[in-house]
């Protein structure tokens, strides 16, 4: 008896090619995605970004420079943690000619426990006026607040 050895059959080696693809362009997208892109700093939206990025950062007499007068003059410092465990997200804007709403939704990760950080996700608004022909934070949700004067409960 002739033992020949079996040839692998084409179909197979042509689907593992196309995992094996995939496997590298989704590899090739997730190390290149990057920083969001900057939005427009005289846009509701990029003030919020640019609000939200500084509260994240701890970088919190930035953040203030996007508060609106009355906002800064009752501000206290709100004892929370900013160390880049809060990830903020545009859901969507309402444009006034005085006033705006960005709606954003909200990720906090707390934590490392054996099975990952514990997240939970909420959405807020972000209201802004505008003072001097630019766009000033009004109030925020308590996750992204500066300032106790400015937290929100909706």
Same mark, same amino acid.
């Given at each position: 008896?002739?033992?020949?050895?079996?040839?692998? %059959?084409?179909?197979?080696?042509?689907?593992?090619?196309?995992?094996?693809?995939?496997?590298?362009?989704?590899?090739?997208?997730?190390?290149?995605?990057?920083?969001?892109?900057?939005? +427009?700093?005289?846009?509701?939206?990029?003030?919020? $970004?640019?609000?939200?990025?500084? &509260?994240?950062?701890? /970088?919190? $007499?930035?953040?203030?420079?996007?508060?609106?007068?009355?906002?800064?003059?009752?501000?206290?410092?709100? %004892?929370?943690?900013? /160390?880049?465990?809060?990830?903020?997200?545009?859901?969507?804007?309402?444009?006034?000619? %005085?006033?705006? /709403?960005?709606?954003v939704s909200i990720v906090t990760s707390t934590g490392d426990s054996p099975l990952g950080s %514990?997240?939970? $996700?909420? +959405?807020g608004v972000v209201d802004l006026v505008r003072q001097g022909g630019e766009w000033k934070? /009004?109030?925020?949700?308590?996750?992204?607040? &500066?300032?106790?004067?400015?937290?929100?409960?909706?």
């Amino acid at each position: 008896m002739n033992a020949t050895p079996q040839k692998p %059959d084409r179909t197979l080696l042509v689907v593992l090619a196309l995992i094996a693809v995939l496997v590298v362009v989704s590899l090739a997208v997730v190390f290149t995605r990057g920083a969001p892109a900057e939005l +427009d700093a005289a846009s509701p939206e990029g003030v919020v $970004q640019r609000y939200a990025t500084a &509260v994240t950062a701890g /970088d919190e $007499q930035t953040a203030k420079s996007y508060l609106s007068a009355e906002a800064r003059e009752s501000c206290t410092p709100v %004892d929370h943690a900013a /160390d880049g465990s809060v990830r903020v997200t545009l859901v969507s804007t309402t444009v006034r000619p %005085d006033s705006a /709403d960005v709606a954003v939704s909200i990720v906090t990760s707390t934590g490392d426990s054996p099975l990952g950080s %514990d997240e939970y $996700q909420s +959405d807020g608004v972000v209201d802004l006026v505008r003072q001097g022909g630019e766009w000033k934070v /009004d109030h925020t949700p308590w996750e992204l607040a &500066v300032c106790t004067e400015n937290e929100v409960t909706r």
